[in-house]
């Protein structure tokens, strides 16, 4: 066993082998019997690139040998920063093969999370393209490299220079090593097959194993909720390490029941209703910054889009006239709200939800295994319909998180629910109700930033004595991020020179806040802690009283 994962428990294990839930095989097992089922239908589009699901099979499993060739093994854990293109999807099938272990990093991270994530992880390998924008990547594995002796391998996307394989010349260069070198390999079901990331309140993300059995089973049952069959066609322009683009039910959960994938990279929104046209997709995943976005675009009228069946969003709550807009723009699309974590439960709308819970719910467990308590302070749960933290369980829901018992003691309850830091009702019908977060992060677009890991560089600022980050409302992005500071007697600063210096701190510059408010003092609850509630109240309150008087100046 993978020393620093945490497995479940034995007699939970057998209970879900027992149900079905588990099937006792790697991605790599359930994938192979996809592969030939499907294997004339097209799996994957990306441009004028497409693969059927046999040339997926037959491309990806040349990918492995080729990455056995040059060093992987089983169990090694590897660091990709790709965008959404079709060599990431057969990058993530390739290591199942070889049951290497992915870590969904994105191509927005920067030095100050990968090299966490090679640290945390004993990453043997880095792949990342040779440019995002204006940004090279070489440079800072070079330093990561240095740091961490388990880093010898390093794939690029592009041009590979000293000490770098070309990831194109390793999917298209023919294998040397037999196939049945693959065959050969064993992998353990109960095995990380991926660590997917947390958005965890004390810095760096931590990391989610998620074992062959449960993402298997996670997508599968996904699937079945959003109603995906062998005519279905997904358009993925969110970033595909993300959960729900890859398995809730993502790539996986799509390619489980034969059906097509469409990748795009990027989010604009007159490329994206070009791609929903040509290849009549079926469903699109969002978050609601997006569907604002779309839905407010000139050239939503220009384009066919009567083939989307169902637009499924996540990441955070959606406003009802959004979702009414949708529907009037795309007559008989469903909007299908839910609420999930990388960490395991999925909650889900379903069609068939009357209309007044479609609107005010999240949705409700996908299996009837997963087990939900919603407790208060003290660990008690709570009556019908009043608010707890959801804490929770299930046969694809984590047991403790890569390598950090100390933390893990803190988040799982004795008996071995995961605490997720979110506050929920239960709503009559039996679905629940986000009503707000215990943990401290600012929810930008979905992704989620943790106020603690940015509070700690701000401080480091000569200027700074004293931060408090808290998200501020914005009718695109839902949240963003608004630092609050104390000064240093003498000193002055601006959000452009926070900005600047939280630049050089290198990470990824979607956690960079968008407003600073300079205070003499910071309001505090009875307890004497920093009021982040009067905080977010207090840039709420400036926020409405600026769009008023902007309001008012363009009568």
Excluded at 312 to 339: D, H, W
Aim: aromatic share 8%; net charge neutral; with cysteine.
């Amino acid at each position: 066993m993978l020393q620093g994962f945490v497995p479940f428990p034995p007699e939970f294990a057998a209970r879900y082998r027992a149900k079905g839930y588990w099937r006792d095989q790697s991605l790599a097992q359930e994938f192979d019997a996809v592969y030939k089922r499907f294997a004339d239908r097209i799996a994957l589009i990306d441009g004028d690139r497409q693969f059927s699901y046999a040339e997926l099979d037959r491309v990806t499993s040349n990918l492995a040998l080729n990455l056995l060739e040059i060093g992987l093994k089983p169990l090694d854990r590897v660091v990709p920063m790709l965008p959404n293109v079709h060599e990431f999807v057969l990058l993530y099938f390739a290591l199942q093969k070889i049951g290497a272990i992915p870590i969904a990093a994105l191509v927005t991270h920067r030095y100050a999370e990968i090299s966490q994530f090679v640290n945390l992880s004993g990453a043997t390998t880095c792949v990342y393209p040779e440019t995002s924008g204006d940004f090279s990547f070489s440079p800072i594995i070079d330093r990561i490299e240095a740091e961490n002796p388990s880093l010898k391998i390093r794939l690029v996307l592009g041009q590979a220079k000293a000490g770098e394989h070309s990831l194109r010349e390793l999917i298209d260069r023919p294998a040397t090593l037999p196939l049945s070198r693959l065959v050969d390999i064993k992998i353990d079901p109960s095995d990380p097959c991926i660590f997917q990331l947390s958005g965890g309140t004390t810095g760096i993300p931590k990391l989610i194993p998620r074992t062959n059995n449960d993402y298997a089973y996670n997508s599968k049952v996904a699937a079945s909720v959003c109603e995906v069959d062998a005519e279905s066609v997904l358009l993925l322009v969110l970033p595909i390490a993300h959960n729900l683009p890859l398995a809730c039910p993502g790539i996986q959960g799509f390619m489980f029941n034969g059906a097509k994938v469409v990748l795009h990279s990027n989010t604009r929104p007159a490329e994206m209703f070009a791609l929903i046209q040509k290849h009549k997709v079926t469903h699109l995943k969002v978050v609601p910054a997006l569907l604002i976005r779309l839905i407010n675009d000139p050239s939503v009228g220009d384009y066919d889009l009567s083939s989307l069946k169902l637009i499924q969003s996540g990441g955070q709550r959606m406003q009802p006239e959004v979702r009414a807009k949708t529907r009037a723009l795309i007559p008989g699309v469903f909007v299908q709200e839910n609420f999930g974590m990388s960490e395991g439960t999925l909650m889900f709308v379903r069609a068939t939800d009357p209309e007044e819970v479609k609107l005010e719910t999240c949705g409700r467990p996908v299996c009837a295994d997963d087990e939900v308590k919603l407790l208060d302070e003290d660990d008690r749960e709570v009556a019908m319909g009043e608010v707890g933290e959801l804490t929770v369980r299930g046969p694809y829901t984590l047991r403790g998180y890569f390598g950090v018992p100390e933390y893990n003691a803190r988040q799982f309850t004795r008996d071995g629910f995961y605490r997720s830091g979110d506050l929920m009702r239960m709503h009559p019908s039996g679905n629940y109700v986000v009503e707000g977060r215990k943990k401290d992060l600012i929810n930008r677009g979905g992704e989620k930033i943790s106020a603690e890991e940015v509070e700690n560089l701000i401080l480091m600022h000569p200027a700074v004595q004293n931060v408090a980050c808290v998200p501020m409302p914005d009718p695109n992005m839902g949240e963003k991020m608004c630092a609050f500071v104390i000064l240093k007697s003498g000193h002055a600063l601006s959000l452009k020179a926070l900005v600047d210096f939280l630049m050089t701190k290198e990470i990824a510059k979607f956690k960079l806040p968008e407003r600073l408010e300079v205070l003499a003092d910071f309001p505090v609850s009875t307890f004497g802690k920093v009021s982040k509630k009067a905080l977010g109240e207090l840039v709420s309150a400036k926020l409405a009283q600026e769009q008023a008087a902007a309001a008012v100046s363009n009568i």
